[in-house]
């Protein structure tokens, strides 16, 4: 039997685990099976090479090992009936991971249209364009970090890691030529400022790529990163979570923005259009392919850092208190 991981909450959807959600998944949350390490050696990871952690984590996620056919099947039905609109698949450098991960796009392929995610460290072109033509029309490599020496301290040679900052700008630059969506992940809390985030944010979506924010959770068995290593600052989260929206949608330049030893201290809008930005909510949902809302993955209830569904309410003076505390409306 061929056994992919999914996410708890991607199992229960599927009808394949029984879990209470009070927000679903809106994507099918899948890893290429192995139960080998990876033969990278991010610090933040729990399926590092030098990890003691669970293979299980990807997160906070919970991605267990199912029947690959039964998932697929399923993943058809949820499709067809508008519970899931998409499907992601996290990958894993180990030998085979190719020949698992074409194995598995294909069985969805053969199965449903369901817009697929790729998230990989770079390829080369010719993989690229396999991809491309067996239908992923979103390909995502984390970063991760937000600057150069961050990257090279958490994921880098520092860390035991074979990437470089170059090699994944480069592999993030020659798929934006291939694949008609591309985006990265950007881990907030491992000590960068607002503006490392905010520039490079910028700088991506000037290139045409989009960014996921995810909150830094330490996981058991993982290597610190950074000398706090707590939960981020959620003042700095909300500045940020700001920021980029304001800079994804042009509502902002980036020159517009003040900072003061890092923190954003005004966001180039005036108070009032800020606060009908921040009561919209939007902000603060989860960011990166579409219909990804990735349920708690890199938070519990409280702080909830990206939003699942859009915050409302209570929720809303919640993060204007968060905001508040920090900036100048
Ligand atoms: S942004 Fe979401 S759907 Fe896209 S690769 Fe990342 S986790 Fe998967």
Not at 65 to 88: K, M, Q, S, T, W
Not at 110 to 134: Q, R
Not at 200 to 210: A, F, K, P, Q, T
Not at 273 to 293: D, P, V, Y
């Amino acid at each position: 039997m061929k056994q992919v991981r999914a996410s708890l909450g991607t199992l229960a959807v599927l009808g394949m685990e029984l879990m209470l959600m009070d927000a679903p998944p809106t994507t099918a949350y899948l890893q290429i099976y192995t139960e080998q390490r990876c033969r990278a050696n991010c610090l933040f990871c729990s399926q590092a090479s030098d990890s003691e952690g669970e293979l299980k984590h990807i997160a906070r996620g919970q991605y267990m090992p199912a029947d690959l056919e039964e998932v697929v099947r399923r993943l058809e039905i949820a499709f067809e009936n508008g519970y899931l609109h998409r499907a992601c698949i996290q990958t894993a450098m180990y030998p085979g991971m190719w020949k698992d991960t074409m194995y598995l796009i294909r069985r969805i392929r053969d199965t449903c249209n369901i817009p697929v995610s790729l998230s990989v460290f770079p390829l080369d072109d010719p993989k690229y364009h396999t991809l491309a033509g067996m239908g992923v029309d979103q390909l995502v490599i984390p970063l991760d970090a937000s600057t150069p020496e961050l990257f090279h301290r958490i994921k880098g040679k520092e860390a035991g890691s074979p990437f470089t900052w170059d090699s994944h700008m480069d592999g993030l630059t020659r798929a934006a030529a291939v694949f008609p969506h591309v985006g990265t992940h950007i881990i907030v809390g491992m000590g960068e400022t607002d503006k490392e985030v905010v520039e490079l944010v910028g700088r991506l979506h000037g290139m045409g790529i989009n960014t996921a924010l995810f909150a830094y959770t330490r996981l058991p068995g993982t290597r610190a990163v950074d000398v706090a290593d707590a939960a981020p600052d959620i003042g700095h989260y909300r500045r940020v979570q700001i920021a980029s929206y304001l800079v994804r949608h042009d509502l902002v330049r980036l020159d517009d923005m003040e900072f003061e030893g890092g923190d954003l201290t005004h966001f180039g809008l005036d108070g009032h259009e800020l606060e009908s930005i921040i009561e919209m909510g939007e902000a603060f949902m989860t960011t990166g392919c579409t219909n990804c809302n990735r349920p708690y993955a890199t938070e519990t209830h409280n702080p909830v850092y990206n939003y699942p569904v859009a915050p409302c309410g209570s929720e809303i003076d919640t993060i204007k208190r968060q905001i508040k505390n920090e900036i100048e409306m």
